[in-house]
Nanobody, 120 residues
Framework: QVQLVESGGGLVQAGGSLRLSCAAS????????MGWFRQAPGKEREFVGS???????TYYADSVKGRFTISRDNANSVYLQMNSLKPEDTAVYYC??????????????WGQGTQVTVSS
């Protein structure tokens, strides 16, 4: 299986920036599309963004488009650069990997999540 470990979460004021990282243990990491999801307390998991195996195609939820950027280093890490953060971005952010799908329907593997809290 693919083991995913997220990092980079924390507390930030509204308007600030944060960069999340996701490292995969599997050597065939480039064979997987990668994505980010988030879940706030009492709410269902929400798609945030994803990136294709090649890194050439990205998808974003409308709520984060223009503020968040997903990227990968073609090695074993995927990143989520979050700018202009809003209090409504507060959630646990999860990294996901999928060998076939990319987008909201992906999710063969999941990380444990990292907490992002945006204060007003």
């Amino acid at each position: 299986q693919v083991q995913l470990v997220e990092s980079g979460g924390g507390l930030v004021q509204a308007g600030g920036s944060l960069r999340l990282s996701c490292a995969a243990s599997r050597r065939t990491f480039s064979s997987y599309a990668m994505g980010w999801f988030r879940q706030a307390p009492g709410k269902e998991r929400e798609f945030v963004g994803s990136i294709s195996k090649s890194g050439r195609i990205t998808y974003y939820a409308d709520s984060v488009k223009g503020r968040f950027t997903i990227s990968r280093d073609n090695a074993n890490s995927v990143y989520l650069q979050m700018n202009s953060l809003k209090p409504e971005d507060t959630a646990v952010y999860y990294c996901s990997a999928d060998a076939l799908r990319v987008g909201a329907a992906m999710g063969d593997y999941w990380g444990q999540g990292t907490q992002v809290t945006v204060s007003s």
